[in-house]
């Protein structure tokens, strides 16, 4: 009976050593992880903060680029309509050219109805082929004045180097200096452009 008390008493103190010893090792290794669970959380906030400047410097280039973008679209969109509105002046500038030319090849043609009419005789007038050499002369002053052409005043006005060539001066009294006092040709102007200048004479 003795020896078997021995033995479990020595069996019970080898539990409770056993026991001590886990329960030590446990406590030692439990500062361990709450150090290494610190030490993980402080490295977190890091990582994020080094991610945060990187997304920050990705969004900039972004940005960038499309500020550079636009601004290329811009000078584009700026430069097709200066080139437009240039092209505009060109084909104007063309096309009054063109006009220019045409009117001044039609103009002795007018020249030569006005004095065709101005030698017809007061009774002559009356007559059917007169009276239609005038319609067709008045269509086409008409026809020009819708164009723009217009003709240049000079008799009674004051002498324009612009306007009129003076072929001839006279000395006149009773007529201001500088005046014109007859027209030898009429000139014509097309939207405030000379197509011809008027002939005139002018009193000294």
Do not use: W
């Amino acid at each position: 009976m003795e020896r078997q008390a021995v033995a479990v008493a020595e069996e019970n103190m080898e539990k409770d050593m056993d026991e001590a010893i886990e329960k030590n090792t446990q406590e030692e290794e439990a500062p361990e992880t709450e150090e290494a669970s610190r030490q993980q959380k402080a490295s977190e906030p890091a990582e994020e903060t080094e991610e945060a400047p990187q997304k920050e410097s990705k969004k900039d280039k972004k940005d960038a680029q499309i500020e550079e973008l636009q601004d290329r679209v811009k000078r584009q969109m700026a430069e097709f309509e200066n080139f437009r509105k240039r092209s505009e002046k060109e084909k104007s500038k063309m096309f009054e050219m063109g006009a220019k030319s045409v009117i001044e090849q039609l103009l002795p043609i007018v020249d030569n109805f006005e004095r065709g009419l101005a030698a017809v005789s007061e009774e002559a007038k009356e007559d059917a082929f007169v009276s239609g050499m005038d319609k067709v002369y008045r269509q086409m002053t008409e026809m020009l004045d819708k164009l723009g052409v217009k003709p240049i005043e000079a008799v009674g006005c004051e002498f324009n180097p612009d306007f009129h060539n003076a072929v001839m001066h006279v000395e006149e009294e009773d007529t201001a200096e500088n005046t014109i006092t007859e027209e030898f040709l009429k000139g014509y102007t097309y939207k405030d452009q000379v197509v011809r200048h008027s002939m005139v004479k002018v009193a000294n």
